[in-house]
């Protein structure tokens, strides 16, 4: 069974940039989607971006477009999240799953990301 794990967020000041990574192990990885999403107290949990099982097609929710750019090392079993021009309301936990047959499954922990004014 796959397990993911990220890992890379930290506090940082607005404007900064920041990389998370996400690492898969247990299972076939680089045939799967794989998406990042991120949720901030009180808010539900919000789509960031996804890409596809060889990395030629990706996806990004409209609050992080052009801005954050998600790629993937299938020989790492990583995929990573590049996240520049970082503002407050990105504050989040940002947790990475793999889709499977339309769902994503197989949820990380998450990893915090602060980004203070």
């Known amino acids: 069974q796959l397990q993911m794990v990220e890992s890379g967020g930290r506090l940082v000041q607005t404007g900064d940039s920041l990389r998370l990574s996400c690492a898969a192990s247990?299972?076939?990885?680089?045939?799967?989607?794989v998406g990042w999403f991120r949720q901030a107290p009180g808010k539900q949990r919000e789509f960031v971006a996804t890409?596809?099982?060889?990395?030629?097609?990706?996806y990004y929710g409209d609050s992080v477009k052009d801005r954050f750019t998600i790629s993937r090392d299938n020989a790492k079993n990583t995929v990573y999240l590049q996240m520049n021009s970082l503002k407050p309301e990105d504050t989040a936990v940002y947790y990475c799953?793999?889709?499977?047959?339309?769902?994503?499954?197989?949820w990380g922990r998450g990893t915090q990301v602060t980004v203070s004014s």
């Open positions: 247990g299972g076939t990885f680089g045939t799967y989607y």
């Open positions: 799953a793999v889709e499977v047959r339309g769902v994503y499954e197989y």
């Open positions: 890409i596809s099982g060889g990395g030629g097609s990706m």
